[in-house]
Each structure stands twice: as C-alpha cells, then as structure tokens.
C-alpha cells in the first residue's frame, strides 16, 4: 500500500509544477510528468524484476544440459517409429523452446551487467522475452507430461525425461509470475518488487484524486489563512510554501491531528524549502488550527 507521505510529497511537487508554470488541472500534460517523474522508480523495478528472473532460473543451465541428453536419446530410440512421430515433434519442440530461454536468459545477463546501457528500457524488454517464453514452456511441460500419459508402450523411453520436464515447472512458473508482480502480494521474497510495481501502477491515480481535493478548496485555505499572516500576503509566500500550506489545511479539514499536519508539513518545508520555512510553516497552521478551534 502506497502510504501517506509518498502521496503527500509526490501531491507538492505535482501541486507546484501546476502552481509554477500557472497551469490548469484540465490542460496539465499529465503523462509526459509522470513519465519523467517515475522514471527512478521504474528504472528500480525493471532492475529488480530482471534480477528476478535470474533468479528464479539460476539453475536452468544444468537443467537444459540434462534435458537435451534425455531428450536426444528418446529421440534415437523414437526414431524411424511412424507412429510416434506427433511426441517426437513435441519433445522436439519443447527442446527448441528450452533452447531459446537458454539464448534469453544469457541475453538478460548481458544487458543487466552492461553499465553502458543509457536506461532500462531494454532491460525490461529482455525480461519479458524470458517470462514470455517461461509461460510458453510451463504449457509444454503440461502437454508434455499429458503426452507422456498417452503414449504408455514407449513408457521406457520417456521415463527418463519426465522427471527433468516436472522438476523445471516449478522454477517456470515462478518466472512466469513475475510479469505481474501485483500477484504476488504477501511473498516476501519480491516485496521490494512488489512495492515499486504499486507505485509506478498506482501513485499517479491516487496523487491526481488528493491534488484535485487540494485545489477544490484552495479559495477556502486562503481565507483561512489571511487573517493570521501578517505582514504578508498570499502572494508574496513562495510557491513551495503556498503549496505546503495547502496541503496541511487539506489535512486539516480532512480531520487529521494539528499535531500530526504540523510535522509532516515541516517535514516537508525542511525537505524543500528550508528551516526558516518551516518554522513560518509551523506558525500558520498553529494560527489557523488555533483559530478555527475557537
């Protein structure tokens, strides 16, 4: 879950790009900021989804070359048989897939240590090419597997390439699993993957609802606040502040605690404005709660 203070300092930067260049809601260019915006966090997770993918077929390698031996030798002894010339052709093709996980798993590995690449778009693009193929083969071994059921006088030949088939599913669809990483919600092992998928997937819906709830009441905020800045006024506070300011009184209609608003809208003025900011901050939210508790 996407918490509070993401959502509260992704909300001001949002709040003043639309504050700084004097922009409408409507009008703002909603996905070129966003793209630039969660370009870290994406970069992030097509890190760790990669490294994912490795490591969920570390042992693919030992697995392909004991696979290809069984596999060649059911071939010879299938060989010249019209009849099993069908489960031929599938062992072959699930050997040629094997083959080519092989090819992308290697590519995969080759592009997470290239540090010349210039971002990561391609390192997301080879991951999906070996979870894409990952799911084709868990449904070869399934058929596999059913196929091996079918055929029981050739029972000899193909028991030694049923176990090799059944023990590479498990790692198969674990890959698999990994082109949706919401689903695996709960597994400890990909929580750190799990949380940027949120971010990038959900931050920008729940950052557009609490800045739009922000900006419905901006003409109350300041009304709110004019009485009690003195010798100032609305127009003469930075952008940044303003926006600080916003935010907290939001909070504060929202009912959240003066005492909990406060430290988080420092939090932010230290963070991006500074220590006179935020104790000017301080100030006018203390004034406001104080006022309107009275």
Known sequence: MISPTQIRKASLTLLYALMENGTTVDAFDFDTYWEIGLEPQRDRLHVAQAKAVLHCLRQQGDSLRLLRERVTRA??????????????????????????????????????????????????????DVMVLAATLVELSDEL????????????????????????????????????????????????MVRLDEVVRELPGEVDRYVRAVLAGQEAYEAQMAPVLE??????????????????????????????????????????SGSKSARFIHGVIGAVAAKGAS
Not at 263 to 268: H, K, N, R
């Open 231 to 272: 010798h100032y006024s609305m127009e003469r506070l930075s952008v940044v502040d303003r926006c600080i300011l916003y935010i907290a009184l939001h909070e504060l209609s929202c009912g959240l605690k003066v005492q909990i608003v406060v430290a988080e809208a420092t939090d932010l003025a230290h963070a991006y």
């Open 75 to 128: 071939q010879d002894a299938l060989h010249g048989d019209g009849t099993a010339a069908r489960l031929s052709a599938q062992l072959s093709g699930y050997l040629d897939y094997s083959d080519r996980l092989d090819a992308s798993l290697r590519g995969l590995q080759y592009c997470l240590a290239d540090k010349r690449r210039d971002g990561t778009g391609q390192l997301a693009l080879c991951s999906r």
């Open 145 to 192: 597997v059913t196929a091996f059921a079918d055929w029981p006088a050739y029972r000899a030949v193909l028991a030694p390439v049923e176990p090799v088939v059944s023990r590479r599913v498990r790692a198969l669809r674990e890959c698999a699993a990994l082109r949706s990483p919401a689903a695996l919600l709960g597994n400890p092992q990909y929580a750190a």
